[in-house]
């Protein structure tokens, strides 16, 4: 008598692929195929996300991320509170306004004055090469000599709200300003 000697090697064989594809994505009724792991994969792109962050101040700092994106849809919600500026094939530019002043002018930004007379912003104490910003020209014949010697060493800027109250204080001595402040004595001319 012959015997089948093949028969429960058969068997375990179809026991194992029963139990391998049960929970595999080739199993038709777990809702996953092949077609579309591989849809799903196509749809997933990369690419550098730029987040601008502009400060009161002018200034505008960058950050960029690598991000995986599966949808437009999913992007747009992990990045709900940015504004969408750009997008292309390489990158997608996100902005948001900070209601605060860099951190750079938080570290080192001072308040002085240029030599012609405009109200600038450096970076460090004031300097003819370290200017971050410069705003309008101020009549220095019409500030006190106490004023015009904090500008010539340098005003700190530390908030937001000593960042606005400097330039709302000195826009009063703007010399496209046609404001006549009444002085009760003791002002003396500045000279740079």
């Known amino acids: 008598?012959?015997?089948?000697w093949w028969a429960p090697g058969l068997l375990c064989l179809t026991a194992f692929i029963f139990i391998f594809f049960q929970d595999s994505p080739?199993?038709?009724n777990s809702g996953y195929s092949i077609v579309s792991a591989?849809?799903?994969?196509?749809?997933q792109i990369q690419r550098n996300v730029i987040l601008e962050r502009m400060y009161v101040d002018g200034e505008v700092s960058q950050e960029t991320v690598k991000e995986t994106i599966a949808s437009m849809e999913a992007l747009r919600a992990k990045y709900s509170e940015w504004q969408l500026i750009h997008?292309?094939?390489k990158k997608i530019v996100?902005?948001?306004k900070m209601?605060?002043?860099s951190p750079l002018?938080?570290?080192?930004?001072y308040f002085g004055i240029t030599e012609e007379g405009v109200l600038t912003i450096f970076n460090g104490r004031p300097q003819k090469t370290n200017i971050i910003q410069s705003f309008f020209q101020i009549d220095i014949g019409r500030l006190e000599s106490k004023t015009c010697e904090e500008l010539k060493k340098g005003i700190p800027i530390k908030t937001k709200e000593n960042f606005v109250e400097v330039l709302e204080t000195f826009k009063t001595y703007s010399k496209g300003?046609?404001?006549e402040l009444q002085s009760a004595g003791g002002i003396t001319a500045c000279y740079l």
């Open 1 to 4: 008598m012959r015997t089948n």
């Open 26 to 28: 080739f199993n038709k």
């Open 38 to 43: 591989n849809y799903e994969l196509m749809n």
């Open 87 to 89: 997008m292309d094939d």
């Open 94 to 96: 996100f902005r948001m």
């Open 99 to 101: 209601d605060d002043i």
């Open 105 to 109: 002018l938080k570290a080192n930004g």
């Open 177 to 179: 300003d046609q404001v």
